[in-house]
């Protein structure tokens, strides 16, 4: 009584983890303390006040039933879950997570495997959209380990009851349900199923409508052409015009899924109308996801349709009033290219293309950069010449620096077609500019596409143009650009040659063992580091290894112990006679030093030794 009016959770789950260190039959209490003790703890903590340690408990869920036995899981741990529904929010979505993978906990698949139905669908009918969605696809999950002799009454069962009740979070949870069951029970029931679908289809609530669309053409694929036919499309159609948006959005993907069911002259007569209504819905989500979804709409209703309507369709999405429809519709410019003859493209898609160029969204722009230049493969020099070079240029201009990014990441796809070369004169500027950007990450960006700009400018236009840059990135104030400098070293000495490295790069690097700011003698360190992996023994022995050991004596420790990392990284490189002359006894210092971290990586060092 008094531990009820402390602890009003505390009673059953207190004797359910009294009863866990008894352990199982004849186990003396000593044995069951011993072993099971922090069992009991983990199900105690089930019920503690502080949500957090019900998380924690509820992510332990499978050691807990690992200790307990299928058994026991079964008959004790699983129907005490069911009844510890009124939770937190993130506690649920945990529990509906862990049982999704519970099958081998309570005797693996088979009639164990249904008792997991029951919390399961208690979770299927909270409040909370997220915890109903996790629920739905663990029972998808669990729905796979029933046996055949029993699904129909367990789990088809669980859809019925689901799908008739009274709220509409179980209906919206039912809608689920459908497509992992179907395939599972005989032609009479599967009528049945049909029918119950329909009913949801057409239910009061907008909420479950959303849901047995989101649902339908998943259900769809598993049913013959002509159940399609007669049970499908008539509630596809009505959802493809029901009142709410947050309905009708979801026809486009239907569209998809039946579409690939379907052979092209039934896609024509069934599909095409309700693409060509969302393609012109009043509703900009509708719009948008017609946008998202063009390519594959367009598949489906073969050349011909695709030519003569929706590349019209297409020209009017990317002039759409809506920023969000027209970022949509810039993505998909290549992915419909494709499908189309170059004089199409050419006459109907590159004027719309140049109109969004210069769109006020910046958005909209950086979606066009992210894929325009790839319409070059399909065009061809000539065309590309005189059309793309332009735009790519402009883009090249523009104010938004990720929009910049996006076109500089699509050089390689006009190299293919055009060379580089001849858009040097406006590329130069733009890097310039990026590579000095406010933004690190911008500047980290352009950095890892300077080794593909180096290998297509020449190395005579790199040295006159951006040697200077490269240098620049090695005294950034952000560690991620200076890291990223001393690998863009590596790649440049890759591209350009050893020869070219030893002239222009190694003597500009090993020049910063003098600086001031201990962070370019870091550098320094790191660029060593790197660029002896590429550059040789000879190189390593005449110019690297007297300046690491130099900076071996460094008054900053960190310089000291990043000394004997790199000599650590330099000894594979080098013969052992070099390693025991002149490695050694610099490390050797190194371990006497003063700074346990510098002697710890002397130590690692001279293991290698």
């Not at 998909?332 to 898609?349: A, Q, R, S």
């Not at 005449?542 to 460094?554: G, K, Y």
């Amino acid at each position: 009584v008094w531990e009820q009016a402390v602890h009003p959770f505390c009673s059953p789950i207190h004797h359910f983890a009294s009863s866990i260190t008894q352990g199982p039959t004849h186990m003396t209490t000593t044995e069951g303390d011993e072993s099971l003790t922090p069992i009991a703890i983990l199900i105690d903590e089930l019920k503690n006040e502080d949500p957090q340690i019900r998380l924690n408990s509820v992510r332990r869920l499978k050691t807990i039933a690992t200790a307990l036995g299928p058994e026991r899981t079964r008959k004790e741990l699983v129907p005490y879950l069911s009844e510890s529904v009124d939770d937190e929010d993130e506690v649920l979505l945990q529990l509906a997570t862990e049982l999704g993978d519970f099958v081998e906990f309570v005797g693996g698949p088979g009639e164990g495997a249904g008792c997991l139905l029951v919390p399961l669908e208690s979770l299927s009918t909270v409040e909370e959209t997220v915890v109903r969605e996790k629920a739905v696809q663990s029972l998808c999950k669990i729905a796979e380990s029933l046996p055949a002799e029993t699904f129909k009454d367990t789990f088809v069962i669980l859809l019925k009851r689901l799908a008739s009740g009274d709220w509409f979070t179980s209906r919206t949870s039912a809608c689920g349900l459908f497509a992992v069951s179907y395939p599972r029970v005989g032609d009479d029931l599967k009528q049945e199923l049909r029918v119950l679908f329909t009913t949801l289809c057409k239910d009061d609530t907008p909420m479950v409508r959303r849901a047995a669309s989101a649902n339908l053409g998943k259900f769809a694929k598993q049913m013959t052409k002509e159940n399609i036919k007669e049970d499908i499309l008539p509630i596809f159609n009505t959802l493809a015009g029901d009142d709410q948006d947050s309905v009708r959005v979801l026809a486009v993907d239907n569209c998809v899924r039946i579409g690939s069911v379907f052979s092209l002259e039934e896609n024509l007569q069934y599909l095409l109308p309700v693409m060509r209504a969302c393609l012109q819905d009043k509703s900009w989500r509708v719009r948008y996801m017609s946008a998202e979804h063009f390519c594959e709409m367009a598949k489906a209703v073969g050349p011909q349709v695709t030519q003569s309507e929706f590349v019209p369709a297409f020209v009017k999405l990317m002039k759409d009033p809506e920023a969000e429809v027209r970022t949509a519709a810039a993505f998909k410019v290549t992915g419909f290219g494709e499908l189309l003859p170059v004089d199409l493209i050419v006459k109907h898609i590159l004027p719309s293309v140049k109109e969004l160029v210069v769109d006020s969204s910046q958005h909209v722009r950086a979606a066009l950069a992210t894929n325009v230049m790839d319409l070059a493969p399909i065009l061809g020099k000539e065309k590309t010449i005189e059309n793309l070079v332009d735009i790519f240029l402009q883009l090249l201009k523009d104010e938004f620096p990720e929009v910049r990014l996006n076109i500089i990441k699509k050089l390689d796809a006009v190299n293919q077609v055009v060379g580089i070369r001849m858009l040097s004169q406006s590329l130069l500027p733009a890097i310039v500019e990026l590579a000095e950007d406010r933004q690190w990450r911008v500047r980290l960006a352009i950095i890892q596409y300077i080794p593909l700009l180096a290998s297509q400018l020449g190395v005579e236009f790199f040295d006159a143009k951006l040697g200077n840059l490269c240098m620049t990135w090695l005294g950034d104030s952000v560690f991620s650009i200076r890291e990223a400098a001393t690998t863009n070293l590596k790649k440049l000495t890759e591209v350009f040659g050893v020869e070219w490295a030893q002239n222009n790069i190694i003597p500009k690097v090993l020049g910063l063992y003098t600086h001031p700011n201990y962070l370019y003698r870091m550098t320094t360190l790191y660029a060593v580091s790197i660029l002896g992996t590429v550059v040789g023994p000879e190189i390593i022995n005449s110019t690297m290894l007297p300046l690491v050991a130099r900076l071996a004596q460094d008054p900053v420790p960190n310089i000291r112990f990043n000394a004997a990392k790199c000599l650590q990284q330099l000894i594979p490189l080098v013969d052992q006679s070099v390693v025991q002359n002149r490695v050694k006894p610099t490390l050797l210092k190194l371990q006497d030093d003063t700074d346990r971290d510098v002697k710890f990586y002397a130590s690692q060092a001279l293991q290698m030794c």
